[in-house]
């Protein structure tokens, strides 16, 4: 059985973070006098360094969604254990029928993702990841699977405090 979530939420105050703005979804609803138009915004923030978190925020017009996303976003940081410029060991994050595999790159490699995937990616400070996403091509579904696979990642120390030896 996989082991989720034992990584607590980082506090996001001191801080600084920078939000992206992944994907804004218009909703239309026909009543009497026409459409009236809502929006809703993915946002991803981040510090370039070990933390990132997503939001998801909705309103009558784009500026209030992106604000209500990025609120949301700064609730849900999450720290990112990274190894140099990658990710420590290979991973698959799956949320409903989106799957995302994520394996370490060697420096220089770049970030080798699709636009919702990367922009998590460049939040959280990795450089160097290789990535390829199947099933669903959703953005929202696609971010909740990154995540759900930052949420498995374990550091040397970490794995070697779980199991109580060393792993050197």
């Avoid at 919702?116 to 290789?130: F, H, M, S, Y």
Wanted: hydrophobic share 40%.
């Amino acid at each position: 059985m996989k082991s989720r979530k034992i990584t607590d939420f980082v506090d996001a105050e001191g801080l600084v973070l920078e939000d992206n703005v992944v994907k804004i979804n218009r909703c239309a609803t026909v009543v009497k006098g026409g459409r009236r138009f809502s929006f809703s915004a993915l946002v991803v923030v981040g510090n370039h360094n070990g933390v990132v978190g997503w939001g998801y925020g909705k309103a009558n017009e784009v500026p209030p969604s992106v604000e209500k996303g990025t609120k949301d976003a700064k609730k849900r940081l999450l720290r990112v254990p990274l190894v140099g410029t990658t990710i420590p060991h290979e991973v698959i994050g799956t949320y409903g029928s989106a799957r995302v595999l994520m394996k370490p790159a060697s420096p220089g490699t770049g970030v080798i993702a699709g636009a919702a995937v990367r922009a998590v990616c460049e939040k959280a400070g990795i450089q160097d990841i290789l990535t390829k996403s199947f099933g669903s091509n959703n953005p929202i579904n696609q971010v909740k699977a990154v995540f759900d696979g930052f949420h498995m990642l374990r550091s040397r120390k970490h794995a070697e405090e779980l199991r109580g030896v060393s792993l050197s």
